[in-house]
Nanobody, 118 residues
Framework: QVQLVESGGGLVQPGGSLRLSCAAS????????MNWYHQAPGKQRESVAS???????NYVDSVKGRFTISRDNAKSTMYLQMNSLKPEDTGVYYC????????????WGQGTQVTVSA
C-alpha cells in the first residue's frame, strides 16, 4: 500500500507561482511511475505531468515551459513547480503512483486546491 498526501495548494494571482508536494509513505516510492493530474471545475481529471522511475518527465502542451515535475526518492516526495500561473490552471491537483511489477498497483492522493485569480 502507498499513501499519498498532497500539499502546497492555495490562492495565487495570475502570473504567480506555487510549488505542490506529494509525500508518499508505505512502500518503495522509487519503483513508482508518478503523475500529477489536474481537475478543473466541471471537467474530467487529466494528467498534466509525469515522471518515470528514471526521472524522465513528460508534460501536456498547456503546461510545457511553465510547470516542472521532479521527485526526491530519498524523501519519497514528488513536486510540481508551477510558474506563470493562469486562471485556467485553477482546480484540484492530484498525485498518482503506479507500478506494474510484481503486480499492478495504482494509488491516488486526496488532492490539493489551486485557485488562480486576481
Amino acid at each position: 500500500q502507498v499513501q499519498l498526501v498532497e500539499s502546497g495548494g492555495g490562492l495565487v494571482q495570475p502570473g504567480g507561482s506555487l510549488r505542490l508536494s506529494c509525500a508518499a509513505s508505505g512502500s518503495t516510492f522509487c519503483m513508482y511511475l508518478m503523475n500529477w493530474y489536474h481537475q478543473a471545475p466541471g471537467k474530467q481529471r487529466e494528467s498534466v505531468a509525469s515522471i518515470t522511475i528514471g526521472c524522465t518527465s513528460n508534460y501536456v502542451d498547456s503546461v510545457k515551459g511553465r510547470f516542472t515535475i521532479s521527485r526526491d526518492n530519498a524523501k519519497s516526495t514528488m513536486y510540481l513547480q508551477m510558474n506563470s500561473l493562469k486562471p485556467e490552471d485553477t482546480g484540484v491537483y492530484y498525485c498518482r503512483a503506479r507500478r506494474w511489477v510484481p503486480t499492478y498497483s495504482d494509488f491516488w492522493g486526496q488532492g490539493t486546491q489551486v485557485t488562480v485569480s486576481a
